[in-house]
């Protein structure tokens, strides 16, 4: 299996020489929050480390290998296997040095190891257990089609406070369905109308699950839209669109129009489901509804969000919006696109 090549990454065994900057990135704070080991690690015991695992040439049933992560002949991190009795079970860990993040490459390594497993080895199913504070490590398993299974709550003794965890799961048959999913820029995006012949379809669409504190689920857009919200003395009017992408149902946005009592169309939801992200979808619906928008005279669509790590602000700032300054009272951020 070893070593494994990716376009900028080499995945190896380890060796005496990466002792150094192993230690170097185990001792980071930050690199070590969520994971089990004390800081600092000093340098001999990252050798005693390594030794340790000297006579395993690669992912062995019954044991933990710890994979060398090598960019441009620098050790930039590392990928923790470990294999169950038959082989048919493999357990993930994962770490990169702060020096190498931000750049896609740790799920650049992880995505190569899940591979390897799978098609080089014939494991079955691949897991991976995390702190659900962790939302760079979850979003690394849903970007390789990892399946949220469950959380156990308060169910470990964690640096000193109990702590939940987190389980992802993929399947060897799943990671094959996904790694051949649509990933490129559709030809057309349309906004459909959802009736009771796509409706089920619609409401079977989902985001990831680390994202779900960002976008309401459908269960919740349908219930709104069914009984709308009072604002101003009037309830809201809700818009709903499918969104599809080269004909396939790829997404749902949702506004509130504009009223005699609601001056402003409000972005109710944007929600492109996890199989579809990644796609520019996102961006094209919005400017479909601002050409509509704009079509009726209106010059300006309100938005709001919920602050937090792996959120949708980038993604509204990118695109125009300026927050007004209010806050509602979910502490949600209100912004304004002019157009």
């Excluded at 048919?88 to 702060?98: D, M, T």
């Excluded at 497993?117 to 199913?125: C, E, P």
């Excluded at 972005?267 to 928008?293: M, S």
């Excluded at 959120?311 to 002019?338: K, Q, S, W």
Aim: charged share 25%.
């Amino acid at each position: 299996m070893l070593p494994i090549e990716t376009p900028r990454l080499r995945v190896r065994a380890m060796c005496a020489d990466d002792a150094a900057e192993f230690s170097a990135y185990r001792s980071d704070p930050d690199v070590a929050r969520f994971q089990s080991w004390a800081t600092p690690v000093d340098v001999e015991a990252a050798r005693r480390f390594i030794a340790e695992q000297q006579h395993l040439d690669g992912p062995t049933p019954d044991e933990w290998v710890q994979l060398a992560v090598e960019r441009d002949g620098q050790l930039a991190g590392d990928v923790a296997v470990n294999l169950d009795t038959h082989s048919r079970v493999a357990r993930l860990g994962y770490s990169l040095a702060p020096a190498h993040q931000g750049r896609g490459l740790a799920s650049e390594a992880v995505g190569a190891v899940v591979d390897a497993l799978v098609d080089d080895l014939g494991v079955h199913r691949v897991e991976a257990a995390l702190d659900p504070r962790n939302v760079a490590s979850a979003r690394l398993l849903e970007n390789l089609g990892f399946d949220h299974e469950g959380t156990a709550i308060s169910s470990m003794f964690f640096k000193g406070a109990w702590v939940d965890d987190t389980l992802y799961g993929l399947t060897a048959e799943r990671r094959r369905t996904w790694r051949d999913r649509p990933r490129h820029p559709p030809e057309e995006v349309r906004l459909g109308e959802v009736t009771v012949d796509n409706a089920e379809v619609v409401f079977e669409l989902a985001t990831h699950y680390s994202q779900r504190r960002f976008v309401a689920p459908m269960a919740d857009s349908f219930a709104d839209a069914l009984f709308p919200a009072i604002e101003n003395g009037a309830p809201v009017v809700p818009w709903l669109r499918a969104i599809e992408a080269d004909g396939v149902l790829g997404g749902f946005m949702m506004t509130a129009e504009r009223t005699a009592a609601h001056p402003e169309t409000y972005l109710w939801r944007l929600l492109i489901d996890r199989w579809h992200q990644r796609r520019g979808i996102g961006d094209r619906a919005l400017a479909l509804l601002v050409d509509r928008l704009r079509a009726a005279g209106e010059t300006t669509l309100l938005v709001g969000w919920s602050p937090g790590p792996g959120g949708p602000e980038r993604f509204y700032l990118a695109r125009g919006f300026v927050p007004t300054g209010h806050v509602d009272e979910d502490g949600e951020i209100e912004a304004r696109l002019t157009f």
